[in-house]
């Protein structure tokens, strides 16, 4: 015969572990998010700097009449320092203590200002305003769809991936033979495919959540979800600046 004081410790006991579990998944995503927003911020303050100093731009950029017209040898090497970076991470994260990853987003956050700068170069200051809060309410959107929704996103993910990988090759062909209509198409591709990306990634923060829950681990989970949806807005903001950006 069944213990009714037993039954009724051990469901106060689960309903504890999920209000603990529930609580720590909030405050984990609230540092995810807050990671995230401080990398959009120091590279808002990076891109603004440059573009208010003809100095420090004069470090990354070449120009000609007032205008930005190319990188140099500085300014390549600071648009794909963030890849490098990333790369290496990936590599390592498993061995990277808590303030080496710090460490590595807070340079990624950074140097990706020298590429978004250039956005405040070409495009008009109301026009990126707007885009970027019309980014962030999609962002804000998807993000809340990814958290909330009980569909598996992981074979959505697989499709995202690959489409990436398409994007990034169609982007390097377009680089070196450049075309409208192929412009066209990959910024298209590209609101998509990192729309989609938002979600995936909430959802997958979330579950990485589930298994770091109660680690040592799971501060460094948190900066690696903010550098993913970091990345994910960044992209986002810059698809979007083709199609609503205003051109000075």
């Known amino acids: ?52 100093s003809a100095d420090l731009a004069s470090l990354f950029f070449e120009f000609q009449a007032g205008n930005v ?27 990277m203590s808590v303030g080496a990853v710090q460490a590595v987003y807070w ?6 200002g020298v590429s978004l700068s250039l956005l405040l170069f ?32 992981s074979a959505f993910g697989k499709f995202l991936f690959m ?9 390097l062909l377009n680089m070196f033979w450049p075309s409208g209509p192929m412009s066209f198409i990959i910024s298209v591709a590209g609101v998509l495919i990192f729309s989609g990306l938002i979600a995936y990634d909430t959802q997958k923060i979330r579950q990485q959540y589930t298994e770091a829950w109660g680690t040592e681990v799971a501060e460094k989970v948190a900066i690696f979800g903010a550098l993913s949806l970091y990345l994910d807005f960044v992209n986002l903001f810059q698809f979007l600046m083709m199609f609503l950006g205003q051109r000075r």
Request: aromatic content about 12%; proline content about 2%.
């Open 1 to 52: 015969m069944a213990n009714p004081n037993f039954d009724t410790v051990n469901r106060a006991g689960t309903v504890a572990v999920q209000a603990s579990f529930d609580a720590g998944l909030r405050a984990h995503m609230v540092r995810v998010y807050n990671y995230m927003a401080s990398g959009l911020a120091l590279s808002g303050i990076v891109a603004f700097g440059l573009f208010s």
């Open 163 to 171: 489409g990436l990988i398409g994007l990034i090759l169609a982007s």
């Open 107 to 112: 340079a990624v956050t950074a140097l990706m």
């Open 69 to 95: 017209v190319d990188l140099n040898v500085l300014g390549w090497i600071a648009i794909f320092a963030p890849l490098g970076l990333l790369l290496l991470t990936s590599v390592r994260a498993a061995t």
């Open 122 to 153: 070409r495009y008009t200051g109301a026009s990126v305003a707007r885009t970027f809060f019309v980014t962030a309410g999609a962002f804000g959107a998807l993000s809340l769809y990814g958290y909330t929704t009980r569909r598996d996103l």
